[in-house]
């Protein structure tokens, strides 16, 4: 009932940044929580940040002081400031909305953006 369409991913040097965006749209009574997480080659899929409607943010421990997450609830929208890259960033990034609707919660995801960090 949610689709979430994400952008901003590519190639990027080590040290440098990149901006993610993900907006939501669809048929929703409200967005509960978003956020992002990630998949590299032969790893599990890691939670790298989220914030909730009420602005309680949470990051994965690799990730703290260098990614930023924030959130425009009027455009169901959320981004991933990611500052200080290092090539272990390297993943499929995935956008995540806990939504509710009519009495029951749901997650919806997204398509995952490729984030590569190289020289």
């Known amino acids: 009932q949610v689709q979430l369409v994400e952008s901003g991913g590519g190639l990027v040097q080590p040290g440098g940044s990149l901006r993610l965006s993900c907006a939501a749209s669809?048929?929703?009574?409200?967005?509960?929580?978003m956020g992002w997480y990630r998949q590299a080659p032969g790893k599990q899929r890691e939670l790298v940040a989220g914030?909730?409607?009420?602005?309680?943010?949470n990051y994965g421990d690799s990730v703290k002081d260098r990614f930023t997450i924030s959130r425009d609830n009027a455009k169901n929208t959320v981004y991933l400031q990611m500052n200080s890259m290092k090539p272990e960033d390297t993943a499929v990034y995935y956008c995540?909305?806990?939504?509710?609707?009519?009495?029951?919660?749901?997650?919806?995801w997204g398509q995952g953006t490729q984030v590569t960090v190289s020289s």
């Open positions: 995540n909305a806990q939504y509710t609707l009519v009495s029951s919660t749901y997650d919806a």
């Open positions: 669809g048929r929703f009574f409200s967005i509960t929580a």
């Open positions: 914030i909730t409607s009420g602005g309680r943010l």
